[in-house]
């Protein structure tokens, strides 16, 4: 028998419930564009991002903390906010020692059922911070489950990629008896060369969603590796960059 | 805009009820090996399966309506029942003109959320009829949900190569805007050289219960295609050859 720690993936929000996260680490993944964007303005030094579900509660945490409000409805900044999912919207020069307070939908959905769950441990992960994400796990040598945030409970295959990208590297040091898992690496292995052209040819639904937005370059931007290598961890509330947190102790 | 019919997967009995079925045709999928075993009864001239979810349903059926029943839990016969999930108990000189009560958890719960959700239409599919299936649902032009029964609401490999069989060939008569039918293409694309070799690689959960069985053989069998060719509808209760019950008329 191994003593490595379990390696599940949870390809949509309605199947996390199968996996045991009270002794886990989740890692949230909502590539197409919160993580993504999450991992952005904290690499680019905000203070921190607080997901909220809804708009409501966005604006008013917004006028409570003087924080930056951001989320989007159906493609356009939601009515109420400020700014957009767009990672480019969170520029150093714009969100330095800022508080962010992003509403979406799928990802902080997951990250609640996550805390109900009394998950170990929630981090969030993205293409753009993929490195901090496997380097994290690897030293911590937990039980792992890599949470898709997917769409509207939906399977979608950028999620799917980002897990298969997090076991290529480091699924060896994990025991993998997840059929999820299996078919997150084999898709990864098929993409890896050219991750846009495979959304593309895949018709992937979001790809082709985020397209007719003209949102090209975001998509581009949330397929490259470590362009944002922050871990970005939640406690009390907030995501943290967990790495600079440790510095400042 | 496309006026093709619309093709949807369900990876999971946990995410079926995403999918509209109260305008579609359910296709439930349990490779190894509920619908593959219904399939070859049928084709060996059983009267109809009757598909329960407990083991004390099994036996009061079988008694009531002087039935064989069927069914495993943890690989061995079920206590009570007479038995197993093997496609090979059926032969044609055990199984014709009889009634089959066969008790399996995944497939038949999603059955009957199919039922409950109004689907136009039930049949079941496997590599055994595969053909069967997807000359019906060219024929039937109508929206199509592929079930996979999974294993306790947890993806897998095999269901999903067949969801990825079907709309390899019969994919194009439809509009496929769906990123887990996407998955099961890419699979099946990968995969159909050798399936059992695809499964054993990928270390399928299911493949590897099933192998510490001693079960290769069976599982062999329900990745070859056309095996026993027929058309199980459920109709009030019990899934009969649909071609056969055409023929009778």
Redesign the interface.
């Known amino acids: 028998m191994s003593n490595k720690p379990s390696l599940h993936t949870s390809?949509?929000p309605?199947?996390v419930h199968?996996y045991d996260l009270s002794n886990s680490i989740i890692v949230i993944i909502d590539v197409l564009r919160a993580t993504s964007t999450i991992a952005t303005a904290l690499y680019n030094g905000a203070r921190c991002v607080i997901p909220v579900d809804s708009v409501t509660r966005c604006i008013e945490l917004g006028k409570q903390l003087s924080a930056v409000t951001a989320g989007e409805r159906d493609g356009k900044i939601a009515e109420g906010l400020e700014h957009g999912n767009s990672p480019f919207e969170y520029p150093r020069e714009f969100i330095e020692n800022k508080t962010l307070v992003l509403t979406t939908t799928n990802g902080t959905r997951l990250l609640h059922m996550a805390l109900e769950k009394g998950a170990t441990e929630i981090i969030t992960g993205s293409f753009a911070n993929l490195s901090a994400v496997c380097d994290h796990l690897l030293a911590m040598n937990r039980n792992i489950v890599l949470g898709c945030a997917a769409?509207?409970?939906?399977?979608?295959?950028e999620d799917?990629l980002f897990a298969g990208a997090v076991i290529a590297r480091i699924g060896k040091h994990f025991t993998v008896?997840?059929?999820?898992s299996?078919?997150a690496s084999?898709?990864f292995r098929?993409a890896k060369g050219d991750l846009f052209g495979f959304l593309k040819k895949?018709?992937?639904?979001?790809y082709?969603r985020l397209m007719n937005f003209g949102l090209e370059k975001d998509i581009r931007y949330c397929l490259s590796e470590d362009e944002a290598n922050v871990l970005p961890r939640y406690v009390d509330g907030k995501l943290v960059d967990a790495n600079r947190a440790e510095e400042e102790k």
């Open positions: 390809l949509s309605a199947l199968l769409w509207k409970d939906r399977v979608n295959l799917a008896n997840c059929d999820s299996q078919i084999l898709l098929e895949a018709d992937a639904s979001h082709h």
